[in-house]
């Protein structure tokens, strides 16, 4: 089954780009383009796609607050990679925040753009822990809330560090001494405890928390 994509910018040639380099490839297929971030939307209800490529700077409505709005509204929301010319790590982390799985630079090669919509079509964010951990250090409110931390239990914790360190469920399980599924519904409820969509997010979390760091590690066991 090949991914849907839908292609979101103002400038046409830029859609034009992406949807050569896309269709190109045989298991992904543009569904759609919009101009800006009311008409992504408004064709995001309408065709359902599974990645949107969102651009941040639109009329109407940004990428960042249509993203917001997608991640919102819709109960089986489409991933978004956002993709800008602007080198501004505050946008990164707005689209993060706002609920985006990656950000890639226009600029970015050809078979960049094809590697990061299969990255975010299969769930997994573009960005890696050691980025996101900067950014959100860097990016956090001076006055930390930690009322969403604070309901998890203590196991739930133990890894949400180790996924904050940047370490895969596998990898959780085992350093843990935990079976793959435990440790898979353990990620299911802090995911929800947290109220956010993916790993990326928690991290993200727990950061602008204080849960986790820039010093702190994975715990001893």
Do not use: C, W
């Not at 706002?98 to 573009?126: M, T």
């Not at 604070?150 to 560090?161: C, F, N, P, Q, W």
């Amino acid at each position: 089954m090949s991914t849907r994509i839908l292609v979101v910018d103002d400038e046409q040639l830029i859609r034009a780009g992406f949807r050569a380099i896309l269709q190109a490839e045989p298991d992904l297929e543009v569904v759609g383009e919009a101009a800006d971030g009311l008409e992504a939307t408004e064709l995001a209800r309408q065709l359902r796609p599974d990645v949107v490529l969102m651009d941040v700077r639109m009329p109407r409505l940004s990428g960042i607050d249509a993203t917001a709005h997608l991640v919102r509204s819709l109960p089986d929301a489409p991933r978004v990679l956002v993709v800008t010319t602007f080198e501004n790590d505050a946008y990164v982390y707005q689209a993060l925040r706002a609920g985006a799985q990656g950000f890639l630079l226009k600029r970015s090669r050809a078979d960049a753009l094809v590697h990061a919509v299969r990255l975010v079509a299969r769930g997994d964010s573009l960005l890696f822990p050691a980025a996101v951990r900067e950014l959100a250090l860097r990016h956090a409110p001076v006055a930390p809330d930690r009322s969403r931390i604070d309901r998890l239990s203590a196991r739930e914790g133990e890894v949400l560090r180790l996924m904050a360190a940047g370490l895969a469920n596998a990898e959780i399980a085992d350093r843990m001494r935990l079976g793959a599924e435990t440790v898979k519904t353990h990620v299911a409820r802090l995911l929800a405890k947290l109220e956010v969509r993916d790993r990326t997010q928690a991290v993200i979390a727990a950061y602008e928390s204080g849960f986790v760091t820039a010093g702190s590690g994975p715990t001893p066991f």
